[in-house]
């Protein structure tokens, strides 16, 4: 199976990328166990499909049988089971280290850069299904046509597709199975993977916690490119051909190097009419497709042309592609609809980086834009990491531009110390606002924040809850508590 072990542990094994794990590997053939702190309707799913999880992670539930740990890049060294697991001299694997192994076995696909990671995965999961290529994908998000792409009807949303071991269809037929991921530059851990082709976009200041300077950043991205193997080996890298460093990035590699972007001058030319959301792509000079995104903004675009040149890339019918694309609804939690309340729209999208926060808002004024309507844009945004906060807290007071109004919840603890978290608040960035014109208020707890809307929302506004973290839950909320 490729990680090393025939009977593995999985801690934390309810997360996006664990489950996935989880169920490649029962496929396979290998039974799979693992714990997770509290059932969800995911372990749920995993128990459904034969998998055995449990809810006790001390260190006496590690199975005697285990032979490999696997753990979750939110469990620690210091977890009982994993340290459970280093008494037993067992070897320990991290999601990214083990994904990489199975990736070593299959025609691995990885798509990395700031931003676009999940939406760009779950496009071309989706295309490469409905163009027959038949693929295995992990996406950090959940969506109702992953399973079985956008030409059919919806299913249960899920970030994972099993897919078949050979590529089925096209070019590449016969190939090992195509296994889509994506490629996370946090603490290095995209430099597991093991890509036969994958995808650069662009590289911005981020995760400044762990690199310390954009350099570090684009020498990490460098390092992953070398991961490629040789053009001979089939490998091929897709990266942006402005913002992505690519003149340093993809210098010396020995795989097939092509360019994806605006500019004429790109291996990979995309059209864009914002108006009408038509998107196309040329290969210097041939137009290979075109269609009408569902998705609004240039970023989602960008996300889908890059998708369509890796489905090109792996051999796929480039008519169905751009079918597909057309058809792609999107994924959860990217600018996501959840309602239309008494006249206020409400959205749900993940965006915790100035750049995806300027964007998405831009997104919303063309193609919901609530002046046109005589409403106002409100904000909910909850800011993810107190180190990212006090990094980028310049480039987030100038991201909110294109709002009325801009509601700031508590920063989102996560991974950061005691002493970070004392560094920087919700209050700083909202003083950063209000000096920028921009009418901001720090508000906590969410059913504050759902009573203040209630209060402050009239027909023809749009809500846009922004944010990583459970801030998520504001918007179900109101559309809850606003429509009853």
Same mark, same amino acid.
């Given at each position: ?38 059932? $969800? ?7 459904? *499909? ?20 696997? #753990? ?13 697991? &280093? ?7 991290? /999601? ?46 959940? *969506? ?21 071991? $050979?590529?089925?269809?096209?070019? +590449? ?14 603490? @290095?851990?995209? &430099?597991?993977? !093991? ?63 092509? $360019? ?6 790109? =291996? ?9 959301? !038509? ?11 075109? +269609? ?11 996300? #889908? ?26 994924? =959860? ?11 206020? @729209?409400? /959205?749900?999208?993940?965006?915790? &980086? ?7 808002? %831009?997104?919303?004024?063309?193609? =919901? ?9 409100? $904000? ?7 180190? !990212?906060?006090?990094?980028?807290? %310049? ?16 920063? /989102? ?18 003083? !950063? ?10 508000? /906590? ?26 801030? +998520? ?6 559309? @809850?508590?606003?429509?009853?």
């Amino acid at each position: 199976m490729g990680i090393g072990g025939t009977r593995p542990h999985l801690v934390g094994i309810g997360g996006c990328g664990m489950s996935a794990l989880a169920r490649l590997l029962a496929a396979s053939g290998v039974p799979v166990r693992g714990t997770d702190m509290a059932p $969800t309707p995911v372990t749920d799913a995993l128990a459904a *499909c034969g998998i055995a999880v449990g809810f006790d992670q001390s260190a006496g539930v590690l199975d005697q049988d285990a032979d490999v740990l696997i #753990a979750s890049a939110a469990v620690g060294q210091d977890h009982p089971e994993v340290a459970a697991a &280093h008494d037993r001299g067992l070897p320990v694997l991290s /999601y990214a280290e083990a994904l990489g192994r199975l990736q070593a076995g299959r025609t691995g696909v990885s798509i990395a850069g700031t931003h676009g990671k999940s939406t760009t995965t779950a496009m071309l999961g989706c295309a490469l299904t409905d163009a027959g290529i038949d693929p295995a994908v992990i996406v950090g998000a959940t *969506c109702a046509q992953l399973e079985s792409g956008s030409l059919a009807p919806a299913g249960d949303r899920t970030g994972f597709r099993l897919g078949s071991t $050979t590529i089925r269809s096209g070019a +590449w037929s016969g190939k090992p199975g195509a296994l889509l991921a994506e490629a996370c530059e946090y603490n @290095r851990s995209f &430099h597991n993977h !093991r890509p036969t082709v994958a995808s650069i976009g662009v590289i911005e200041p981020d995760h400044l916690d762990i690199y310390g300077s954009l350099d570090e950043i684009v020498e990490a991205f460098r390092g992953f490119a070398r991961l490629v193997p040789d053009e001979a080996d089939g490998g091929r890298l897709l990266i942006a051909h402005e913002g992505a460093q690519r003149t340093h990035v993809a210098a010396g590699l020995a795989c097939r190097v092509e $360019t994806i972007g605006f500019s004429p001058a790109a =291996d990979y030319s995309v059209g864009f009419d914002p108006s009408s959301r !038509r998107v196309s792509v040329s290969h210097h000079g041939r137009e290979l497709g075109s +269609w009408i995104n569902r998705m609004p903004g240039e970023h989602n675009a960008t996300n #889908a042309a890059t998708a369509f040149a890796l489905g090109v890339i792996l051999g796929a019918d480039a008519g169905k592609l751009s079918a597909s694309l057309g058809a792609f609804a999107g994924l =959860d939690r990217r600018f996501q609809l959840l309602g239309d309340v008494r006249g206020v @729209r409400v /959205y749900d999208d993940y965006g915790h &980086h100035p750049t995806e926060i300027a964007r998405t808002l %831009e997104a919303v004024r063309q193609s =919901d834009d609530p002046a046109e309507r005589g409403g106002k844009l409100i $904000t909910v945004f909850q800011p993810h990491q107190h180190s !990212r906060t006090r990094f980028l807290l %310049e480039e987030f007071a100038t991201s909110f531009e294109q709002a009325d109004v801009v509601i700031v919840p508590d920063i /989102y603890f996560v991974r950061d110390s005691q002493a970070e978290r004392h560094k920087v608040s919700a209050a700083d960035l909202v003083d !950063r606002l209000r000096t920028r014109g921009v009418r901001a208020m720090h508000l /906590y707890p969410f059913d504050a924040i759902v009573e203040h809307l209630q209060t402050i929302a009239s027909p023809g506004d749009v809500v846009l809850v922004m944010g990583a973290g459970p801030v +998520w839950k504001v918007g179900h909320e109101f559309v @809850r508590v606003a429509g009853s």
